[in-house]
């Protein structure tokens, strides 16, 4: 298992500057950003497709500093009502798989998208209640009508360039939680799978071992965020968990992304990483810095002190005593 890094927080620094860094604080690999909300900052999608001579160079800079690319990440709505925002999804999500493909590159990272909740509607509608009867009936229009149709041409796609497409659980998307993220895997085929990010199970309620043995054993983890969240009790027993309070008023929300550790204790993150490893994942954990309370270099530094002390840096022996 490796320690990695979505590099978009470093996004303000050259990406020579950026791989130097993380190569210095022990970082093994790099989720670099081509596209939707991660933007591409330190990989230009469209230059690469067309330039061969700049992919090499990509590749240089970081085999000079012993760093893979653990995937490549356009977080977008495919499934948003107005076509043009669909279409310029769209075409980043296949781009990036045809890139990937052209890097030797196994994994791209996205999400699943949210449509709207009936046609002719303008505003993506995330259904989270099957009463009254029109939510189910929205929710179907937008598994059967449109994100079934979607994502199966979509993993032809990933399929035909041998690139895994890792979608994250994502409140107000349509796949937010593991059941949902099993469901679309079995509508379209086995490139399609899970980017497992914790930190938004843990504010469901979510177990976030259980979630990683359900979509383990079914073989449905292509990729994995290591990004961590605290509850605060004192405003969730108030006004519950699903909190539209901006990001920026910490002390009034009744939850944080939080650096590693700064969620949950260093056992429970040894925890997620034996039981990854229990259900055969040996990829990145790569660290989505996301914390408001600290820097990014700070927030990395941090979460790379944790898992280095949580990841097995071995394979496991026979076992002897057995």
Request: with cysteine.
């Given at each position: ?32 950003g ?5 933007g ?44 043009e ?9 296949r ?14 990272t ?6 709207a ?40 796609h ?6 895994d ?10 796949v ?22 914790p930190?938004?199970?843990?504010w ?25 969240t ?5 405003n ?27 969620g ?44 280095d002390?949580a990841?097995?840096?071995?394979r ?7």
């Amino acid at each position: 298992m490796e320690i990695g890094v979505l590099t978009v927080p470093l996004g303000g620094e050259p990406i020579g500057d950026a791989v130097a860094y993380l190569d210095d604080i022990g970082v093994d690999a790099v989720e670099l950003g081509v596209g939707g909300w991660p933007g591409e900052d330190h990989v230009a999608r469209e230059t690469l497709l067309d330039d061969g001579a700049a992919r090499e160079d990509l590749r240089e800079l970081l085999d000079d500093h012993g760093l893979r690319i653990s995937a490549l990440a356009t977080h977008n709505n495919p499934l948003h009502p107005d076509e043009e925002r669909a279409a310029a999804a769209d075409r980043e999500l296949r781009e990036a798989i045809e890139l990937a493909d052209l890097l030797g590159v196994e994994m791209v990272t996205c999400f699943s998208g949210l449509p709207a909740g009936a046609p002719g509607d303008s505003t993506p509608n995330w259904v989270t209640a099957p009463w009254p009867t029109e939510h189910a009936d929205a929710l179907d229009y937008q598994w059967d009508e449109v994100a079934v149709p979607y994502w199966s041409d979509l993993a032809k796609h990933a399929d035909h360039h041998g690139v895994d497409v890792a979608i994250e659980m994502h409140p107000n998307m349509l796949v937010y939680e593991p059941t949902g993220m099993l469901a679309l895997r079995e509508a379209t085929n086995e490139r399609i799978g899970a980017n497992f990010d914790p930190s938004h199970l843990y504010w469901q309620g979510i177990d976030v071992s259980e979630a990683i043995r359900f979509l383990g054993e079914r073989d449905a983890i292509h990729h994995v965020h290591a990004k961590d969240t605290k509850v605060y009790d004192a405003n969730a027993r108030v006004k519950g968990v699903l909190d539209t309070t901006g990001y920026a008023a910490e002390a009034e929300r009744s939850w944080l992304f939080r650096s590693i550790g700064y969620g949950h204790g260093e056992d429970h993150w040894k925890d997620v990483v034996s039981t990854l490893r229990m259900v055969g994942y040996e990829g990145a954990l790569s660290i989505e810095h996301e914390d408001s309370l600290t820097s990014a270099r700070e927030g990395l530094e941090k979460a790379v002190d944790v898992l280095d002390r949580a990841v097995f840096e071995t394979r496991p022996g026979d076992a002897y005593w057995a």
